[in-house]
């Protein structure tokens, strides 16, 4: 059996070039990846596997259909919206592929759109090769999407990965110090619609600079990465422009399961945390929030705990502020003894119930005074103590 990884590299070259043989094949492939280890024979064996799924889906075109096929789109069938990802192991039977060929160019073409996945390219190629039309019709599509591969594989390599069904399937990726581009971050932000297995992203990337962040979250649109629960961006430049892209992006309906966010030393200042700070208090779920070492002070703090009421005809804001954050690290920012206060206030009315013990809230580093903060941790014991008040249900 070929290894997957050695298939998913090979499966890019020969989409790149169908007409690529074995041997000029295994020399790109020991160019771009030497550490597969792959020979002649592995080259050959993918090959024949890649030629055989694309044969099985060609013959399962030309069958005879096992039922009348069922109208089309614009007769009442299932709305093209519908359709979303076919993986490589649930092939359609060929009455299903019958009735999509039945289809007009148009209608074709949009399925194929749908399927387009630059971590798996060959599920959409398979489709667009059932017939000589279709291939004609989804030939520019099927040119990009191989670009799209290609650029895809690349930035799994380097990002540590050995191949684009890694990244796929992976429930974890931690990139530390990988030299990541901007563009290689831009590349993960596209690919945010594409990754429903993953659950974290932990990301310290300096190198990037200014522009990675925001090229990033820019990317991510409605749904993007919709299983991850902890998003980490350590030691890089997120700034205020970030933070504007980052709610932005949540305001998109990006990240829908978000419970940890991490920011350390990102440069985020006033403004930015003003930006973000709305978006971060319609996220409910919101369980751990780690902003330290980032030179924001009491403005961005108070908009977090203790916004001002909105302008006239604004929508309200949500009920409650934070009201599942466990953890707020607030350590080594420029909070003073007029965001200790505000904070201490907030706790004071309710905000932040969850925080229930002091060593959940960290204000070391910060140039408020020790009354200060110590009066912020008084209100934290009050908090807990209605907390520790309420009976069980």
Not at 301 to 307: E, F, N, Q, R, T
Not at 353 to 374: E, F, N, V
Request: a negative charge; aromatic letters at 4%; glycine letters at 8%.
């Amino acid at each position: 059996m070929v290894d997957d990884a050695l298939l998913e590299a090979i499966r890019g070259l020969w989409l790149a070039d169908p007409e690529l043989g074995p041997e000029p094949l295994l020399a790109k492939l020991r160019g771009q990846q030497p550490d597969l280890g792959a020979g002649n024979k592995e080259v050959r064996e993918a090959l024949a596997a890649l030629k055989a799924e694309s044969e099985a889906t060609e013959a399962a075109a030309a069958a005879p259909p096992a039922a009348a096929a069922p109208p089309a789109a614009s007769e009442g069938s299932t709305p093209l919206a519908s359709v979303q990802y076919i993986s490589p192991s649930d092939r359609a039977p060929r009455g299903a592929i019958m009735a999509l060929a039945a289809l007009s160019g148009d209608a074709q073409c949009i399925i194929f759109s749908r399927l387009c996945n630059p971590l798996d390219a060959g599920v959409a190629v398979a489709f667009g090769s059932t017939s000589s039309e279709l291939r004609a019709l989804t030939q520019a599509p099927r040119q990009q999407l191989r670009a799209d591969y290609e650029v895809a594989a690349a930035a799994c390599r380097r990002m540590g990965l050995r191949s684009c069904k890694e990244l796929r399937e992976a429930k974890v990726v931690r990139c530390f110090y990988k030299f990541l581009s901007v563009d290689d971050l831009t590349t993960l932000g596209t690919l945010g619609s594409v990754l429903p297995a993953l659950e974290e992203l932990w990301l310290i990337e300096p190198a990037a600079g200014p522009d990675g962040v925001p090229r990033l979250v820019e990317k991510l649109g409605a749904g993007a990465l919709p299983a991850v629960t902890l998003l980490s961006l350590g030691s890089m430049h997120v700034g205020d422009a970030g933070a504007s892209a980052l709610a932005a992006a949540l305001g998109r309906g990006a990240l829908p399961r978000l419970k940890s966010l991490f920011l350390t030393e990102a440069a985020i200042g006033d403004a930015g945390l003003v930006a973000l700070a709305p978006a971060l208090r319609r996220r409910p779920a919101l369980e751990r929030l780690c902003l330290w070492t980032n030179p924001f002070s009491d403005e961005g703090l108070a908009a977090l705990v203790a916004p001002p009421p909105p302008p006239a005809g604004a929508p309200p804001p949500p009920t409650g502020v934070l009201m599942k954050l466990k953890w707020l690290d607030l350590s080594s920012t420029q909070i003073n003894d007029a965001g200790c206060a505000a904070l201490a206030s907030a706790l004071d009315r309710g905000a932040l119930p969850a925080l229930d013990r002091q060593r959940q809230l960290d204000l070391h580093g910060i140039p408020a005074s020790d009354a200060a903060t110590a009066a912020v941790m008084e209100a934290v014991e009050r908090t807990a103590s209605r907390a520790s008040s309420v009976p069980s249900t």
